[in-house]
């Protein structure tokens, strides 16, 4: 669980601090052209950036409620890095495509690590709790 949490909470901080650059050095052109679905995408990265952060917060102090909410913030992450990497294809920019490659097969890796139960930490009867929800 270690590896998921700070893979989570790493994922989260740098997706906010990319788009904090982003934005900040106006290297988006869709606050121009774009705004709606811009303000869209956006709702969804920060939220995705946000759940990964909290949930890796609380894998660490092995909470009940981030078992719930982890898988949740690694599914919103799949889809990120499986959608975001069309966008500079479409622009030649091969470089970030493939980091999210990395990113893809560092979430499956954080995926398979998930549920072993040897690394939550958990009793066996909040084990059982949380293997059934």
């Known amino acids: 669980m270690r590896f998921v949490a700070w893979y989570s909470m790493l994922v989260g901080v740098f997706m906010l601090a990319q788009w904090g650059l982003t934005l900040g050095t106006g290297q988006a052109p869709e606050v121009q052209s774009e705004p709606i679905r811009l303000a869209f995408h956006l709702v969804a990265e920060f939220a995705t950036a946000a759940l990964l952060i909290f949930?890796?917060?609380?894998?660490?102090?092995?909470?009940?409620?981030?078992?719930?909410?982890?898988?949740?913030?690694?599914?919103?992450?799949?889809?990120?890095?499986?959608?975001?990497?069309?966008?500079?294809?479409?622009?030649?920019?091969?470089?970030?495509?493939?980091?999210?490659?990395?990113?893809?097969?560092?979430?499956?890796?954080?995926?398979?690590f998930y549920g072993d139960p040897a690394e939550t930490g958990l009793s066996d009867s909040r084990r059982r709790f949380s293997s059934r929800y």
């Not at 992450?77 to 990113?103: E, H, R």
């Open 55 to 112: 949930s890796g917060i609380g894998l660490l102090r092995r909470t009940s409620w981030a078992r719930l909410l982890s898988p949740v913030a690694l599914g919103m992450l799949l889809y990120t890095v499986i959608v975001s990497p069309g966008y500079f294809a479409q622009q030649g920019q091969w470089a970030p495509v493939f980091m999210f490659a990395i990113l893809f097969c560092l979430r499956w890796y954080a995926w398979c």
